[in-house]
């Protein structure tokens, strides 16, 4: 299996022997050794894939990266996290995924009207298996534990990724601006439930309504 390590906060180093991992594409910043490099599409393998894909918009565009050596990844100084899988599953907006150990599956699972309130289309990216995954974030993000009877509340710009036995509900009518008088376009928070982790970065991404 890859080895993933980080060089300090914004580059993400991945050691492999043969191995292969999935990438962000384009976000390949340096490498040694041999290294082979190929395109792969968003929205998961195979026909369902391709099929998810054309229905949902999906913006997801990896490339494989299969070698012996070490390479190195980054994307736009962005602050690099690791999370370990161990056989469960990683939600993470399409934008937020850096790289994946080459054993996880990559899909996309329904979300609702926040993909759609974005412009991303209805699903976001999943990760499955057992192995590495490296997230992005515009800032240090912030990892929340989300307890049952403690439902966290989420503005939407800000939300990277989720893990665990967690139920999304989105509510209408109200962010984080608009409780304070503030702000204008859509007005929603994801509200989460049950047990699990939220990556939240500290910054917001804009949203078809600008940002949230």
């Given amino acids: 299996m890859a080895q993933f390590r980080l060089q300090g906060s914004k580059v993400l180093a991945v050691t492999m022997t043969g191995d292969a991992v999935k990438a962000k594409n384009g976000a390949m910043v340096a490498y040694d050794g041999q290294m082979d490099f190929r395109k792969l599409s968003g929205g998961g393998e195979g026909l369902r894939g391709m099929v998810t894909r054309?229905?949902?918009g999906e913006q997801m565009t990896l490339m494989e990266v299969k070698g012996q050596g070490t390479c190195y990844f980054a994307d736009r100084a962005s602050d690099i996290s690791l999370v370990s899988?161990?056989?469960?599953?990683?939600?993470?907006?399409?934008?937020?995924?850096?790289?994946?150990?080459?054993?996880?599956?990559?899909g996309t699972s329904f979300t609702g009207l926040r993909g759609a309130s974005q412009g991303n289309g209805l699903f976001t990216t999943t990760v499955e298996g057992s192995g590495q995954a490296a997230l992005i974030s515009d800032g240090t993000p912030v990892v929340?534990?989300?307890?049952?009877?403690?439902p966290l509340q989420v503005d939407p710009?800000?939300?990277?990724?989720?893990?665990?036995?967690?139920?999304?509900?989105?509510?209408?009518g109200v962010n984080f601006r608009t409780l304070l008088g503030e702000g204008g376009g859509e007005a929603f928070q994801i509200r989460f439930e049950g047990d699990g982790l939220v990556w939240v970065q500290p910054s917001e991404r804009n949203t078809v309504g600008g940002e949230v």
């Fill in 85 to 106: 899988l161990q056989g469960d599953t990683l939600h993470v907006e399409a934008s937020n995924l850096l790289c994946a150990d080459g054993s996880l599956r990559t």
């Fill in 144 to 150: 929340l534990r989300v307890t049952h009877g403690t």
């Fill in 54 to 56: 054309r229905l949902t």
């Fill in 157 to 172: 710009g800000a939300y990277v990724a989720h893990q665990g036995d967690l139920r999304q509900n989105f509510q209408t």
